[in-house]
């Protein structure tokens, strides 16, 4: 069961904006506004897996699914930043 299934299954009452193709990017939710929480370097990993050049991932990324403004539920996408 991937992080989406279990917010489904414990939050059932709970309305939750997706991002099409990236359930396994999901990392959360931020509580107060229910939207989801996607991890935007597992999201970047997706569509180089499906076949996308890293720039072209990338491109496709910043414009189309981080570009866009959906309502209020408009999920958040995550930078993990290693200082290490």
């Known amino acids: 069961m ?12 709970e309305t939750f904006l997706v991002a099409d193709g990236f359930d396994e990017a999901v990392i959360g939710f931020e ?10 370097n ?4 997706i569509l180089v897996e499906e076949g996308m050049s890293h720039e072209d991932a990338l491109e496709h990324f910043e414009y189309n ?8 539920k408009t999920p958040i ?3 993990s930043v290693d200082f290490l």
């Open 2 to 13: 991937n992080q989406l299934e279990m917010i489904f299954e414990t939050y059932p009452d």
């Open 65 to 72: 699914v981080t570009g866009s403004y959906v309502g209020e």
């Open 31 to 40: 509580a107060r506004s229910g939207r989801l929480i996607y991890s935007s």
């Open 77 to 79: 996408f995550m930078e």
């Open 42 to 45: 597992k999201c970047l990993e």
